[in-house]
């Protein structure tokens, strides 16, 4: 697994410029996996406006964001820069409520629905 | 390249002695899995710190010999 300085760049921008971002299998519409489907299921219900990286689109950031994050999977969420998880770490914070409040506590609008 | 179940299983116990461990066959095919993990060693260590924890003892295991594999893990405390 290499991290170029390139695709370092290129994932920099993606997590700064959004607060929210998945880099995903497929897109929030059509997601091309069912982790990825189910991580973009629960970004949805909570209401939160989102960006995506479909990670199938760029072999090198595919590879390069595992490097980057230390993290074998795809998907990967991260709120304002920081690297929160996997679809499982995921599902257990938006089952215990726990998703939500970080959200909040980090001044990101939610709309359950 | 799939991996059995019981092979699995003795990868994980051998790197997390004296820890409840629970591996599920999900799809049957030896290459989607279930795995919770209860021990010591993540005791004190945030869930992300505890995930990669388990990805590192599985040694690159993860994303070539295994596809999928559903991953839950809890401290003693």
Known sequence: ?113 | MPIEQFKLEELIKNKFPNANILVEDLAGDNNHYSVSIESSAFNGLSRIQQHQLVYKSLDGLMDNELHAMQLKTKGTE
């Open chain 1, 1 to 113: 697994m290499e991290l170029d300085e390139n695709t370092k760049t290129q994932i920099e921008n993606m997590i700064g410029e959004n607060e929210v971002f998945l880099f995903m299998k497929g897109n929030p519409d059509f997601p091309m996996c069912g982790f990825s489907s189910v991580a973009s299921a629960i970004l949805k219900k909570c209401g939160v406006n989102f960006g995506h990286c479909n990670v199938l689109d760029d072999e090198k950031i595919r590879e390069g964001i595992k490097s980057f994050s230390n993290w074998p999977t795809i998907p990967q969420l991260y709120i304002k820069k920081e690297f929160v998880g996997g679809c499982d770490i995921m599902k257990e914070m938006a089952e215990s409520g726990e998703l939500i409040e970080l959200l909040n506590t980090r001044g990101i609008e939610t709309q359950i629905s």
